[in-house]
Protein backbone atom coordinates (compact mmCIF):
# COMPACT_ATOMS: atom_id res chain seq x y z
CA UNK A 1 0.00 0.00 0.00
CA UNK A 2 2.88 2.22 0.57
CA UNK A 3 3.66 2.13 -3.23
CA UNK A 4 0.38 4.09 -3.90
CA UNK A 5 2.29 7.61 -3.65
CA UNK A 6 3.69 7.00 -6.89
CA UNK A 7 1.07 6.27 -8.49
CA UNK A 8 -0.52 10.08 -8.35
CA UNK A 9 1.11 12.81 -10.55
CA UNK A 10 0.90 16.40 -10.79
CA UNK A 11 -1.98 17.08 -12.88
CA UNK A 12 -0.82 20.87 -13.89
CA UNK A 13 2.09 22.94 -12.20
CA UNK A 14 0.89 24.75 -9.21
CA UNK A 15 -1.21 27.34 -9.27
CA UNK A 16 0.06 30.38 -6.94
CA UNK A 17 -2.37 33.60 -5.53
CA UNK A 18 -0.28 35.76 -4.13
CA UNK A 19 -2.87 37.85 -2.96
CA UNK A 20 -4.74 35.29 -1.02
CA UNK A 21 -1.32 34.08 -0.37
CA UNK A 22 -1.75 30.71 -1.43
CA UNK A 23 -0.17 27.86 -3.29
CA UNK A 24 -2.94 25.25 -4.94
CA UNK A 25 -1.43 21.72 -6.36
CA UNK A 26 -4.00 19.36 -7.88
CA UNK A 27 -2.58 15.80 -8.38
CA UNK A 28 -4.68 12.77 -10.30
CA UNK A 29 -3.88 9.25 -10.74
CA UNK A 30 -2.87 7.56 -14.11
CA UNK A 31 -4.70 5.19 -16.31
CA UNK A 32 -5.59 1.64 -15.37
CA UNK A 33 -4.24 1.70 -11.67
CA UNK A 34 -5.34 -0.98 -9.78
CA UNK A 35 -5.91 0.07 -5.66
CA UNK A 36 -6.54 -1.64 -2.60
CA UNK A 37 -9.57 -2.10 -0.40
CA UNK A 38 -8.81 -0.35 3.16
CA UNK A 39 -10.55 -2.96 4.81
CA UNK A 40 -9.11 -6.16 3.72
CA UNK A 41 -6.28 -4.72 1.74
CA UNK A 42 -7.36 -6.50 -1.50
CA UNK A 43 -6.33 -5.16 -4.91
CA UNK A 44 -9.22 -3.63 -7.08
CA UNK A 45 -9.94 -1.66 -9.90
CA UNK A 46 -11.18 1.73 -9.52
CA UNK A 47 -14.81 2.34 -9.68
CA UNK A 48 -15.28 6.05 -9.87
CA UNK A 49 -14.09 8.80 -7.98
CA UNK A 50 -15.76 10.75 -4.57
CA UNK A 51 -15.99 14.68 -5.05
CA UNK A 52 -12.83 16.71 -5.26
CA UNK A 53 -11.14 17.18 -1.51
CA UNK A 54 -8.87 19.59 -0.42
CA UNK A 55 -6.15 19.00 2.46
CA UNK A 56 -3.82 21.99 4.01
CA UNK A 57 -0.22 21.13 3.39
CA UNK A 58 3.13 22.78 5.01
CA UNK A 59 3.63 26.42 3.88
CA UNK A 60 5.37 26.89 0.95
CA UNK A 61 7.81 30.15 1.29
CA UNK A 62 4.76 31.23 3.93
CA UNK A 63 2.38 30.68 1.68
CA UNK A 64 -0.50 28.33 2.48
CA UNK A 65 -0.54 25.23 0.69
CA UNK A 66 -3.20 23.26 -0.55
CA UNK A 67 -3.52 19.84 -2.06
CA UNK A 68 -6.70 19.12 -4.27
CA UNK A 69 -7.42 15.59 -5.40
CA UNK A 70 -10.39 13.23 -6.55
CA UNK A 71 -10.19 10.03 -4.29
CA UNK A 72 -10.73 6.66 -5.87
CA UNK A 73 -13.53 4.35 -4.96
CA UNK A 74 -13.34 0.59 -4.98
CA UNK A 75 -15.84 -2.22 -4.85
CA UNK A 76 -15.21 -5.00 -2.49
CA UNK A 77 -17.00 -7.93 -2.72
CA UNK A 78 -16.85 -8.10 0.86
CA UNK A 79 -16.87 -4.35 2.36
CA UNK A 80 -18.96 -2.79 -0.56
CA UNK A 81 -17.87 0.75 -1.77
CA UNK A 82 -15.43 2.12 -0.33
CA UNK A 83 -13.01 5.17 -0.54
CA UNK A 84 -9.32 4.19 -1.33
CA UNK A 85 -6.37 5.23 1.15
CA UNK A 86 -4.51 8.33 0.25
CA UNK A 87 -0.97 8.39 1.36
CA UNK A 88 -0.46 12.02 2.25
CA UNK A 89 -3.11 12.09 4.85
CA UNK A 90 -5.38 10.17 7.05
CA UNK A 91 -9.38 9.10 6.74
CA UNK A 92 -11.47 12.08 6.53
CA UNK A 93 -8.63 14.34 8.14
CA UNK A 94 -7.95 18.04 6.42
CA UNK A 95 -4.78 17.96 6.92
CA UNK A 96 -1.83 16.08 5.67
CA UNK A 97 -0.14 13.69 7.60
CA UNK A 98 3.12 16.20 7.67
CA UNK A 99 0.81 19.38 8.57
CA UNK A 100 -0.85 17.55 11.43
CA UNK A 101 2.59 16.66 13.18
CA UNK A 102 3.77 20.26 12.96
CA UNK A 103 0.16 21.26 14.57
CA UNK A 104 0.46 18.54 17.37
CA UNK A 105 4.28 19.97 17.89
CA UNK A 106 3.11 22.96 18.28
CA UNK A 107 0.27 22.69 20.35
CA UNK A 108 2.64 20.56 22.90
CA UNK A 109 5.01 23.66 22.94
CA UNK A 110 2.33 26.12 23.62
CA UNK A 111 0.31 24.73 25.69
CA UNK A 112 -2.69 26.14 24.31
CA UNK A 113 -5.07 25.98 21.19
CA UNK A 114 -5.39 29.26 21.09
CA UNK A 115 -1.72 30.08 20.52
CA UNK A 116 -0.86 27.68 18.02
CA UNK A 117 -3.77 28.41 16.01
CA UNK A 118 -2.55 31.68 15.13
CA UNK A 119 0.85 30.71 14.34
CA UNK A 120 -0.44 28.18 12.05
CA UNK A 121 -2.91 30.29 10.53
CA UNK A 122 -5.70 27.94 11.19
CA UNK A 123 -9.00 27.80 13.04
CA UNK A 124 -10.02 27.05 16.49
CA UNK A 125 -11.79 23.97 16.02
CA UNK A 126 -9.37 22.66 13.51
CA UNK A 127 -7.06 22.83 15.53
CA UNK A 128 -8.71 21.64 18.64
CA UNK A 129 -9.84 18.94 15.64
CA UNK A 130 -6.24 17.73 15.45
CA UNK A 131 -5.54 17.56 19.47
CA UNK A 132 -8.87 15.26 19.47
CA UNK A 133 -8.17 12.84 16.60
CA UNK A 134 -4.65 12.78 18.02
CA UNK A 135 -5.98 11.88 21.53
CA UNK A 136 -8.11 9.22 20.39
CA UNK A 137 -5.21 7.35 18.39
CA UNK A 138 -2.77 7.44 21.11
CA UNK A 139 -5.02 6.30 23.56
CA UNK A 140 -6.23 3.17 20.50
CA UNK A 141 -2.43 2.60 20.24
CA UNK A 142 -2.06 1.68 24.10
CA UNK A 143 -0.91 -1.04 25.16
CA UNK A 144 -4.05 -2.53 27.45
CA UNK A 145 -2.58 -3.21 31.12
CA UNK A 146 -2.91 -1.32 34.02
CA UNK A 147 0.08 0.24 35.48
CA UNK A 148 2.16 -1.89 38.34
CA UNK A 149 2.00 1.38 40.37
CA UNK A 150 -0.69 4.02 40.14
CA UNK A 151 -1.36 6.81 42.13
CA UNK A 152 -5.44 8.18 42.53
CA UNK A 153 -6.42 11.46 43.15
CA UNK A 154 -8.87 13.87 42.26
CA UNK A 155 -8.69 17.21 39.94
CA UNK A 156 -10.92 20.29 40.49
CA UNK A 157 -12.44 21.27 36.94
CA UNK A 158 -14.22 24.60 38.10
CA UNK A 159 -15.03 26.04 42.11
CA UNK A 160 -17.73 24.32 43.81
CA UNK A 161 -16.78 20.90 44.52
CA UNK A 162 -16.37 20.13 40.81
CA UNK A 163 -13.86 17.12 40.13
CA UNK A 164 -12.76 14.70 37.93
CA UNK A 165 -10.55 11.40 38.90
CA UNK A 166 -7.32 11.22 37.45
CA UNK A 167 -5.08 7.80 37.41
CA UNK A 168 -1.05 7.77 36.70
CA UNK A 169 1.29 5.64 36.27
CA UNK A 170 3.79 6.31 39.13
CA UNK A 171 6.81 4.60 37.32
CA UNK A 172 6.35 6.49 33.59
CA UNK A 173 4.90 9.62 35.02
CA UNK A 174 1.63 9.61 32.90
CA UNK A 175 -1.83 10.28 33.36
CA UNK A 176 -3.62 6.86 32.36
CA UNK A 177 -7.21 7.61 32.82
CA UNK A 178 -9.51 10.72 33.94
CA UNK A 179 -13.24 10.18 35.10
CA UNK A 180 -16.10 12.38 36.03
CA UNK A 181 -16.39 13.51 39.56
CA UNK A 182 -14.44 11.66 42.52
CA UNK A 183 -17.55 8.77 43.29
CA UNK A 184 -16.28 5.20 43.74
CA UNK A 185 -17.55 4.39 39.98
CA UNK A 186 -15.45 7.52 38.41
CA UNK A 187 -12.11 4.81 39.34
CA UNK A 188 -14.39 1.03 38.85
CA UNK A 189 -14.16 2.56 35.28
CA UNK A 190 -10.56 2.33 35.02
CA UNK A 191 -10.34 -1.09 36.90
CA UNK A 192 -13.41 -2.08 34.41
CA UNK A 193 -11.34 -1.99 31.86
CA UNK A 194 -9.32 -4.81 32.57
CA UNK A 195 -9.58 -8.55 33.20
CA UNK A 196 -9.03 -10.19 36.74
CA UNK A 197 -5.72 -11.28 35.36
CA UNK A 198 -4.53 -7.96 34.50
CA UNK A 199 -5.39 -6.45 37.62
CA UNK A 200 -3.22 -8.90 39.58
CA UNK A 201 -0.14 -6.95 37.72
CA UNK A 202 -1.22 -4.30 39.88
CA UNK A 203 1.45 -4.37 42.96
CA UNK A 204 0.46 -1.04 44.96
CA UNK A 205 -1.90 1.88 44.95
CA UNK A 206 -1.11 5.02 45.88
CA UNK A 207 -4.14 7.46 47.57
CA UNK A 208 -5.63 9.52 50.08
CA UNK A 209 -7.48 8.94 52.75
CA UNK A 210 -10.95 9.50 50.66
CA UNK A 211 -13.48 6.61 51.37
CA UNK A 212 -15.05 6.03 47.78
CA UNK A 213 -11.74 5.26 45.89
CA UNK A 214 -10.55 3.04 48.61
CA UNK A 215 -13.71 0.31 48.68
CA UNK A 216 -13.33 0.78 44.63
CA UNK A 217 -10.28 -0.40 44.88
CA UNK A 218 -11.03 -2.97 47.20
CA UNK A 219 -13.79 -3.96 45.05
CA UNK A 220 -11.70 -5.08 41.78
CA UNK A 221 -7.85 -5.42 42.75
CA UNK A 222 -7.34 -8.41 43.74
CA UNK A 223 -5.42 -8.09 47.47
CA UNK A 224 -6.04 -4.53 47.64
CA UNK A 225 -5.88 -4.37 51.27
CA UNK A 226 -1.92 -5.23 51.47
CA UNK A 227 -1.66 -2.99 48.38
CA UNK A 228 -3.22 0.42 49.02
CA UNK A 229 -1.07 2.67 50.40
CA UNK A 230 -2.41 5.78 51.77
CA UNK A 231 -0.50 8.83 50.58
CA UNK A 232 2.25 10.56 52.98
CA UNK A 233 1.68 13.96 51.51
CA UNK A 234 -2.18 13.92 52.33
CA UNK A 235 -1.54 12.48 55.45
CA UNK A 236 0.83 15.10 56.70
CA UNK A 237 -1.87 17.60 55.37
CA UNK A 238 -4.55 16.47 57.69
CA UNK A 239 -2.09 16.38 60.57
CA UNK A 240 -1.03 20.31 59.17
CA UNK A 241 -4.60 21.18 59.70
CA UNK A 242 -4.86 19.63 63.18
CA UNK A 243 -1.85 21.99 63.99
CA UNK A 244 -3.71 24.93 62.54
CA UNK A 245 -6.70 25.06 63.84
CA UNK A 246 -4.60 24.39 67.66
CA UNK A 247 -3.16 27.91 66.65
CA UNK A 248 -6.39 29.39 66.01
CA UNK A 249 -8.28 28.55 68.53
CA UNK A 250 -5.03 29.33 70.96
CA UNK A 251 -4.51 32.95 69.15
CA UNK A 252 -8.47 33.98 70.32
CA UNK A 253 -7.58 32.80 73.62
CA UNK A 254 -4.70 34.94 73.79
CA UNK A 255 -5.82 37.81 71.68
CA UNK A 256 -8.74 38.08 74.48
CA UNK A 257 -5.77 38.38 76.77
CA UNK A 258 -4.24 41.48 74.61
CA UNK A 259 -1.03 38.68 73.74
CA UNK A 260 -0.63 38.70 70.11
CA UNK A 261 2.63 36.73 69.96
CA UNK A 262 0.96 34.23 67.96
CA UNK A 263 -0.07 37.05 65.30
CA UNK A 264 1.29 35.86 61.80
CA UNK A 265 2.93 33.04 62.71
CA UNK A 266 0.64 30.18 60.47
CA UNK A 267 3.45 29.04 58.36
CA UNK A 268 5.91 28.80 60.57
CA UNK A 269 4.43 25.92 62.28
CA UNK A 270 3.33 24.13 58.94
CA UNK A 271 7.05 23.90 57.94
CA UNK A 272 8.39 20.74 58.53
CA UNK A 273 11.65 21.74 60.46
CA UNK A 274 14.58 20.88 57.81
CA UNK A 275 12.58 23.23 55.38
CA UNK A 276 12.32 25.93 57.85
CA UNK A 277 13.65 29.37 56.21
CA UNK A 278 16.63 30.18 58.11
CA UNK A 279 15.53 33.63 58.82
CA UNK A 280 12.17 32.24 60.41
CA UNK A 281 14.41 30.47 63.01
CA UNK A 282 14.93 32.57 65.94
CA UNK A 283 11.07 33.32 66.09
CA UNK A 284 10.23 29.74 65.73
CA UNK A 285 12.84 29.07 68.49
CA UNK A 286 11.43 31.64 71.11
CA UNK A 287 7.86 30.44 70.14
CA UNK A 288 8.56 26.48 71.14
CA UNK A 289 10.43 27.54 74.67
CA UNK A 290 7.02 29.15 75.36
CA UNK A 291 4.67 26.77 77.42
CA UNK A 292 2.05 27.14 73.82
CA UNK A 293 -0.90 24.80 73.13
CA UNK A 294 0.24 24.84 69.02
CA UNK A 295 4.14 24.20 70.20
CA UNK A 296 3.09 20.64 71.72
CA UNK A 297 0.78 19.58 68.51
CA UNK A 298 3.66 20.93 66.30
CA UNK A 299 5.90 18.24 68.15
CA UNK A 300 3.63 15.94 67.39
CA UNK A 301 3.30 16.52 64.10
CA UNK A 302 7.65 16.60 63.54
CA UNK A 303 7.32 13.43 65.13
CA UNK A 304 4.81 11.82 63.07
CA UNK A 305 7.24 12.61 60.17
CA UNK A 306 9.64 9.39 61.37
CA UNK A 307 7.32 7.01 60.61
CA UNK A 308 8.06 7.22 57.07
CA UNK A 309 11.88 6.15 57.33
CA UNK A 310 10.77 2.64 59.01
CA UNK A 311 11.19 -0.43 56.55
CA UNK A 312 9.93 -2.90 59.26
CA UNK A 313 5.93 -2.65 59.30
CA UNK A 314 6.25 -3.89 62.63
CA UNK A 315 8.08 -1.55 64.16
CA UNK A 316 6.47 1.45 62.19
CA UNK A 317 3.32 -0.07 63.66
CA UNK A 318 4.87 0.19 67.68
CA UNK A 319 5.93 3.94 67.04
CA UNK A 320 2.42 4.64 65.36
CA UNK A 321 0.53 3.37 68.67
CA UNK A 322 2.77 5.54 71.18
CA UNK A 323 2.32 8.60 69.17
CA UNK A 324 -1.53 8.06 69.36
CA UNK A 325 -1.36 7.51 73.18
CA UNK A 326 0.33 10.61 72.98
CA UNK A 327 -2.00 12.22 71.05
CA UNK A 328 -4.45 10.71 72.92
CA UNK A 329 -3.69 11.74 75.92
CA UNK A 330 -3.41 15.60 75.32
CA UNK A 331 -5.81 18.31 75.74
CA UNK A 332 -5.76 19.15 71.96
CA UNK A 333 -8.93 18.03 70.55
CA UNK A 334 -8.25 18.78 67.11
CA UNK A 335 -4.80 15.94 67.32
CA UNK A 336 -6.96 13.98 68.92
CA UNK A 337 -9.53 13.84 66.18
CA UNK A 338 -6.65 14.01 63.40
CA UNK A 339 -5.44 10.95 65.90
CA UNK A 340 -8.42 8.78 64.67
CA UNK A 341 -8.21 9.11 61.59
CA UNK A 342 -4.76 7.74 61.42
CA UNK A 343 -6.00 5.22 63.73
CA UNK A 344 -8.57 3.96 61.26
CA UNK A 345 -6.46 3.89 58.65
CA UNK A 346 -3.55 2.98 60.56
CA UNK A 347 -2.84 -0.32 58.17
CA UNK A 348 -2.92 1.18 54.77
CA UNK A 349 -0.60 4.10 55.92
CA UNK A 350 2.38 1.18 56.68
CA UNK A 351 2.12 -0.39 53.74
CA UNK A 352 4.64 2.35 52.68
CA UNK A 353 6.86 0.43 54.73
CA UNK A 354 6.35 -2.44 52.20
CA UNK A 355 6.14 -0.07 48.61
CA UNK A 356 7.43 2.79 49.47
CA UNK A 357 5.68 4.73 47.01
CA UNK A 358 3.89 7.64 47.34
CA UNK A 359 1.45 10.24 45.14
CA UNK A 360 4.75 12.70 44.32
CA UNK A 361 3.77 11.86 40.77
CA UNK A 362 0.36 12.70 40.50
CA UNK A 363 1.27 15.85 42.83
CA UNK A 364 3.27 16.88 39.59
CA UNK A 365 0.87 15.84 37.43
CA UNK A 366 -1.75 17.71 39.24
CA UNK A 367 0.42 20.97 39.00
CA UNK A 368 0.92 20.24 35.08
CA UNK A 369 -2.79 20.09 34.29
CA UNK A 370 -3.13 23.46 36.38
CA UNK A 371 -0.60 25.47 34.35
CA UNK A 372 -2.53 24.03 31.29
CA UNK A 373 -6.10 25.08 32.59
CA UNK A 374 -4.55 28.24 33.86
CA UNK A 375 -3.00 29.48 29.77
CA UNK A 376 -6.34 27.97 28.96
CA UNK A 377 -8.17 30.86 31.33
CA UNK A 378 -10.14 27.44 32.33
CA UNK A 379 -12.57 24.89 30.47
CA UNK A 380 -16.17 25.14 30.28
CA UNK A 381 -16.65 21.50 28.68
CA UNK A 382 -15.34 18.68 30.47
CA UNK A 383 -14.91 16.64 27.86
CA UNK A 384 -12.40 19.35 26.54
CA UNK A 385 -10.71 19.34 29.64
CA UNK A 386 -10.37 15.42 29.73
CA UNK A 387 -8.77 15.81 26.23
CA UNK A 388 -6.24 18.54 27.28
CA UNK A 389 -4.91 16.06 30.34
CA UNK A 390 -4.50 13.19 27.98
CA UNK A 391 -3.00 15.18 25.22
CA UNK A 392 -0.46 16.99 27.53
CA UNK A 393 0.13 14.03 30.00
CA UNK A 394 -0.71 11.10 28.61
CA UNK A 395 2.37 10.16 27.23
CA UNK A 396 0.45 9.17 24.45
CA UNK A 397 1.63 8.52 20.67
CA UNK A 398 0.19 11.24 19.09
CA UNK A 399 1.36 11.05 15.66
CA UNK A 400 -0.28 9.85 12.27
CA UNK A 401 0.99 6.97 10.95
CA UNK A 402 3.03 7.76 8.35
CA UNK A 403 2.41 5.50 4.54
Not at 179 to 192: H, I, P, Q, V
Amino acid sequence: MGLTCFIFRFLRRPQLDTAEGRVDIRVEHGPGVRWFCPTCGRELACRDHVEPRVWRHLDTCQFKTFLHARIPRVDCPEHGVLQVNVPWAESKARFTILMERLIIDVLTECATVTGARRILRITWDEAWGVMERAVRRGRERKQSNPSRYLGVDEKAFRKGHDYVTVVCDLIGSTVEYVADERKAESLEGYYLQFTKAQLERIKAVAMDMWEPYFKATLKHVPDAAGKIVHDRFHVMKHVGEAVDRVRKQEHRELTSQDDHRLKGTKFLWLYREENLPDKHRPALEALKTANLKVAKAWAMKESLNDVWKYLSTGWARRFVKRWLVWVNRSDLAPMRKVGGLIQRHLENILTFCRHRITNGVAEGLNSKIMAIKRKACGYRNREHFKTAIYFFCGGLDLYPASS
